[in-house]
């Protein structure tokens, strides 16, 4: 079994709808990340948090400490927004969830 | 500041052959890791260092080893390449900020063995 499950695991939407993924865990942690990762490779961190909710535009990360829960939500979704999505947990150690393909069709 | 940088960014190698993958920072970090990325898998800690000097194994070190000379450079050995190899390798390096570590990922090296 994983430390960190994510779902879903391949995502297909429509421009302009709402987009939630969400990650489950098993292990300790000191904070939650949720990282982008583009075709061509990079990746890049998205928002680390370790209670309540964040967000930076059209992005929304919550996280539940005591279900161990995250989820990521994308409002008004761009083809642009299409990437691998990823969450990550622990401390100075990370555990990845798999990610979560999503495309968005114009 | 470049960030965290990887050389080469893609390499193919012949098995049983040996490479060093290049991992630098200039952000000053203590923390530096690698991890692989292999298609369907989420990403695999190979090994970590929390300062120069200090390197410890992550969850899949065999064949790989590494060395933690300076704060900015972190390479990644591979001795006797093998298919099982082939994947696509990151480099990391995070600091502690409020409490909690924040990590910022190189380009990623494509590495094929056949």
């Known amino acids: 079994k994983n430390e960190v499950e994510q779902s879903p695991q391949n995502l297909t939407a429509q421009e302009g709808e709402f987009i939630t993924i969400n990650c489950s865990y098993s292990v300790g942690i000191s904070a939650l990340h949720w990282l982008q990762q583009h075709p061509g490779g990079g990746i890049v961190s998205l928002f680390m948090l370790s209670s309540g909710k964040k967000k930076h535009g059209r992005l929304i990360a919550t996280i539940n400490i005591q279900e161990k829960h995250s989820s990521l939500h994308i409002t008004a979704s761009h083809p642009r927004d299409s990437a691998v999505y990823i969450c990550a947990v622990g401390g100075n150690q990370f555990y990845f969830g798999t990610g979560t393909s999503l495309t968005v069709i114009p | 500041n470049a960030g965290v940088t990887q050389t080469p960014k893609f390499r193919i190698l012949k098995i049983g052959q040996s490479m060093t993958l290049q991992c630098t920072q200039d952000m000053n970090h203590n923390y530096m890791y690698w991890y692989r990325q292999d298609p369907g898998m989420g990403l695999k800690l190979i090994y970590y260092?929390?300062?120069?000097?200090?390197?410890d194994k992550g969850e899949v070190p065999n064949g790989y080893n590494v060395s933690r000379s300076t704060t900015e450079d972190f390479p990644l050995r591979l001795e006797l390449a093998a298919p099982s190899q082939t994947s696509v390798y990151f480099c990391?390096?995070?600091?502690?900020?409020?409490?909690?570590?924040?990590?910022?990922f190189g380009p990623g090296t494509r590495l094929t063995v056949t």
């Open positions: 990391a390096s995070s600091y502690l900020t409020s409490g909690h570590y924040e990590q910022y």
């Open positions: 260092s929390v300062g120069a000097g200090i390197t």
